[in-house]
């Protein structure tokens, strides 16, 4: 199908039309007469969304998430590309997983699913996993991730490093250092001692960025550093990049809104690893996203049951859903406050991911040749998030009830209008 879009505004404000036919923008004036017309009213369009951190549960926990499910929930967000974590049962680590995950993906055909394959066997730290094979499968895997756990033995994070640049590839680490976090359940503070929970130091996330920008500057490799969460996690990266070392860094929507204050009630929706921290925390990084020592913001959705979310604190599991509000959030931390401009959301949202992970044809600018993956957003509406209308299969948003700036009206995957009407 051809598409005529009516008065959208380009990230840079420019307002145009904008035609698309046969998955790419044309000229307006070379479109064939059979076109759908939809007046966007000014509208902001965006390159379409790219997510580098998504856990979709597929292999193994498809009551809590599906690579469909998924892929609805990313459409709906915005997102027409998504990276799926490795941490399924079987876990990603061989080809064949990969490839699975990828087919499962090309299938649902809303958008890319492009798996992410474990550094180590089983995601287990001791040996490395088929890196290599599964950067020559069907999925051509170019990023890997034990996210979950941290690659913690310092030569597997040195021999990974080195073996990702014979393909270009990145290693993105869950940063979190293990005997200094043992059974912990939120942020190390005055919270966690009001709650008797055992804290989460910062600490135990910087140690390991520290360690791992010098293992690539030594090795000369790319690294990426998930879900930052520290103001001494941004200094870190700040001075890691000035010393032209090749690391970047993603953070969550939720780290940039929320602090430890929402478990004061022990309201499991809260938890997650790593944890929410203080605002002053929260303040870095929104300072270091809008100046770019901080990349991208990905979501780290991570859908569960709500059999592991509706219990005790100390026996419910990390993780919030994130697809479906990411874009907002970023819109009311960051544009709303004038931090950060519409071009920025595109760079962080979409073009500087798709960089990173080298997704082709996605965070490309809009124009006439490149290929049609856009996303357009009523950035003057307000809407409440409602958990029951997601499209996720698990409701664990710690944002239900939350007032939000943005409502996506219309998602166009490879030309295609995936969502919207
Ligand atoms: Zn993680």
Redesign the pocket.
């Known amino acids: 199908m051809s598409f005529l879009l009516k008065n959208a505004t380009l990230p840079n404000g420019t307002k145009t039309d904008l035609a698309i036919q046969n998955g790419r923008y044309v000229a307006v004036g070379s479109l064939i007469p059979e076109h759908k017309v939809i007046d966007l009213g000014g509208k902001q369009v965006l390159p379409g969304l790219v997510d580098l951190h998504t856990h979709l549960r597929e292999p193994g926990f498809e009551e809590s998430e599906t690579v469909a499910t998924g892929s609805l929930s990313a459409v709906r967000g915005g997102f027409t590309a998504i990276s799926a974590m490795a941490n399924t049962s079987p876990v990603a680590d061989t080809a064949g997983v990969v490839e699975q995950v990828y087919r499962l993906g090309q299938s649902a055909g809303l958008c890319d699913v492009f798996p992410i394959g474990a550094v180590t066997q089983g995601l287990k730290g001791e040996t490395l996993s088929e890196i290599g094979a599964m950067a020559d499968s069907a999925a051509r895997v170019r990023v890997f991730s034990d ?2 756990k941290c690659v913690f033995d310092p030569l597997i994070m040195r021999r990974a490093l080195e073996y990702v640049k014979k393909f270009d590839g990145v290693i993105a680490q ?1 940063a979190q250092e293990p005997a200094l976090t043992q059974d912990s359940q939120m942020n190390e503070g005055e919270i966690s001692a009001q709650l008797g929970l055992k804290g989460w130091p910062a600490v135990a996330e910087e140690a390991i960025i520290a360690r791992d920008v010098l293992l690539a500057e030594h090795t000369n490799s790319r690294l990426h550093i ?2 930052l969460t520290t103001a001494g996690g941004v200094e870190i990266i700040r001075w890691a990049k000035a010393r032209g070392i090749q690391v970047t860094a993603e953070v969550t929507p939720h780290h940039l809104l929320l602090t430890d204050d929402y478990a004061k009630n022990y309201d499991p929706i809260f938890k997650v ?1 790593p944890p929410l921290r203080l605002e002053s925390d929260v303040i870095a990084l929104r300072a270091g996203l809008a100046d770019g020592t901080i990349d991208i913001v990905a979501t ?1 959705h991570a859908p569960h049951s709500s059999e592991s979310k509706d219990c005790e604190w100390a026996v419910a599991s990390f993780g919030m859903v994130g697809l479906e509000t990411a874009l907002s959030i970023v819109i009311k931390t960051m544009v709303e406050s004038g931090a950060m401009s519409y071009e920025g959301v595109a760079e962080r949202l979409s073009i500087a991911p798709a960089r990173i992970a080298r997704y082709e044809n996605h965070g490309q600018a809009i124009e006439v040749g490149n290929v049609a993956n856009l996303t357009v957003v009523d950035t003057a509406a307000q809407c409440t998030v409602d958990r029951d209308l997601m499209s996720t299969r698990s409701k664990n948003t710690p944002f239900h009830g939350f007032e939000l700036p943005g409502v996506i009206t219309h998602t166009f995957f490879n030309g295609k209008l995936v969502f919207g009407e």
């Open positions: 996210d979950g869950h998930c879900h690893n780290d």
